[in-house]
T-cell receptor
Framework: GENVEQHPSTLSVQEGDSAVIKCTYS??????FPWYKQELGKGPQLIID?????GEKKDQRIAVTLNKTAKHFSLHITETQPEDSAVYFC??????????FGKGNQVVVIP | DGGITQSPKYLFRKEGQNVTLSCEQN?????MYWYRQDPGQGLRLIYY???????QKGDIAEGYSVSREKKESFPLTVTSAQKNPTAFYLC?????????????FGPGTRLLVL
């Protein structure tokens, strides 16, 4: 089945700097890649997603890039703010239409 | 207000007891899901349902049961057969189970064993 890995597991950045989280996936047939943000004690919230026919997508300070050849996709957060501190999960949708999640990445924005 | 609600926020289970977690959505979504989250782990799929009166096992269904009698509701029962039930349980829904269908999550229920 699909295996999704996230790196690094923890990332600390100074407020105003950029943060990049990378995910790799194993099944080349996966075709939909969402990113979720989870704050402590809450459910994950979708922040951006990308489909396999697109290489990049932006939404204000957040962007996602997809490299299908290398089977990886990355989340980019620019001009980080303290409220960006959270756990971020990537996922890949398999041909069986199920989401396989990475283990999460703790982002800490230092004021 | 549209969305997914889960109750209770915290639930305590005694040894040998079955407990039921509630999940309700008013988004008119056909598909609903239950995930389990353990510290430092990703989300693991327990059960999912594509339509009323139909559901399928996910990756870790043992010790759990579900029902889907109404489109809006997808309750999860953690049975006494689940030997390690302490976890954060998340319910999600999507318009359907098609490719690219976004899943939206509820606020979660934290289950603790007494």
């Amino acid at each position: 089945g699909e295996n999704v890995e996230q790196h690094p597991s923890t990332l600390s950045v100074q407020e105003g700097d950029s943060a990049v989280i990378k995910c790799t996936y194993s099944d080349s047939a996966s075709n939909y890649f969402p990113w979720y943000k989870q704050e402590l004690g809450k459910g994950p919230q979708l922040i951006i997603d990308i489909r396999s026919n697109v290489g990049e997508k932006k939404d204000q300070r957040i962007a996602v890039t997809l490299n299908k050849t290398a089977k990886h996709f990355s989340l980019h957060i620019t001009e980080t703010q303290p409220e960006d501190s959270a756990v971020y999960f990537c996922a890949a949708k398999t041909p069986e239409n199920r989401l396989a999640f990475g283990k999460g990445n703790q982002v800490v924005v230092i004021p | 207000d549209g969305g997914i609600t889960q109750s209770p926020k915290y639930l305590f289970r005694k040894e040998g007891q079955n407990v039921t977690l509630s999940c309700e959505q008013n988004l008119n979504h056909d598909a609903m899901y239950w995930y389990r989250q353990d510290p430092g782990q990703g989300l693991r799929l327990i059960y999912y349902s594509q339509i009323v009166n139909d559901f399928q096992k996910g990756d870790i269904a043992e010790g759990y049961s579900v029902s889907r009698e109404k489109k809006e509701s997808f309750p999860l029962t953690v049975t006494s057969a689940q030997k390690n039930p302490t976890a954060f349980y998340l319910c999600a829904s999507s318009h359907n189970v098609g490719v690219g269908e976004t899943q939206y999550f509820g606020p979660g229920t934290r289950l603790l064993v007494l």
